[in-house]
Every structure is written in C-alpha cells, then in structure tokens.
C-alpha cells in the first residue's frame, strides 16, 4: 500500500513539470517576462501572508499533547 501511495505522489510531481512548462511558454510569448515576474511575487507574498493566518502552521513547533498511561490515571 505504501509503494501505492509514493507512486501516485511521484506521478503528481513528474506531470505538473510539463504543464509548468507549457504554461511559461504560453506566458511568454503573450507577456513580458518582468511582467510574470512581477505576478509570481505578489502572487508568493499573497500565499506566504495568508499562511501566517493559518493557526495549524503558527503552532507547528510545538507538541501535541500526549495521553496519560492508565495505571498513572489510577
């Protein structure tokens, strides 16, 4: 099962290469590349500001709580 599992997630990493790919191309003949750099900074700061909204990755550090033995319950 888990074989399955890493070779469905490496099937999604090696098929968005040549759609990246595609895309840029497409993009670059139809803009300029400042322009795309441009977008893909403030798209980047845009992510990057809603993740530090996200309270699951502010406390990513810290350990979860973990439960109590039974006989230390007794």
């Not at 098929?15 to 893909?40: D, E, K």
Request: proline share 8%; net charge positive.
């Amino acid at each position: 099962m888990q074989g399955r599992v890493f070779s469905v997630r490496r099937l999604i990493a090696q098929f968005t290469s040549p759609l990246a790919t595609a895309a840029a191309g497409f993009l670059g003949a139809h803009t300029s590349p400042g322009l795309i750099l441009l977008w893909s900074g403030v798209v980047m700061l845009v992510v990057s500001g809603l993740q530090l909204l996200n309270p699951a990755l502010r406390r990513v550090d810290e350990l979860p709580a973990l439960p109590r033995p039974a006989e230390a319950l007794g």
